[in-house]
């Protein structure tokens, strides 16, 4: 099981494209978007492991124009396929602490 979180980005229209892009390659499950203040808002879930280094990313794809912000959403299953690469790993590193 892993958190997932609701996620809400203020992002210049002109840079959402990026911003989506972005958030897809975190598995991230874009919900909607609308406007609100000027800006383009997306509302997604995004599960916290893929969230370390959004911070950074949202300000070099924005030059700094966009902002977030998350809440605890559920724990959902991991999928198979990522389950399989966190198995791999913890076994690599376990040989290498034999």
């Known amino acids: 099981m892993e958190p997932v979180y609701d996620l809400e980005v203020l992002v210049p229209g002109d840079r959402m494209g990026d911003v989506i892009s972005d958030l897809n390659g975190r598995r991230a499950i874009v919900q909607g978007m609308s406007s609100e203040k000027g800006f383009q808002k997306i509302i997604a879930r995004v599960p ?18 966009a902002m977030y912000s998350m809440s605890f959403a559920e724990y959902q299953q991991v999928p198979p396929d990522v389950q399989d690469a966190l198995l791999k790993e913890y076994e690599a590193n376990k040989q290498e602490e034999d």
């Open 48 to 65: 916290l492991a893929e969230m370390a280094t959004f911070s950074t990313s949202l300000r070099a794809n924005t030059g700094g124009r």
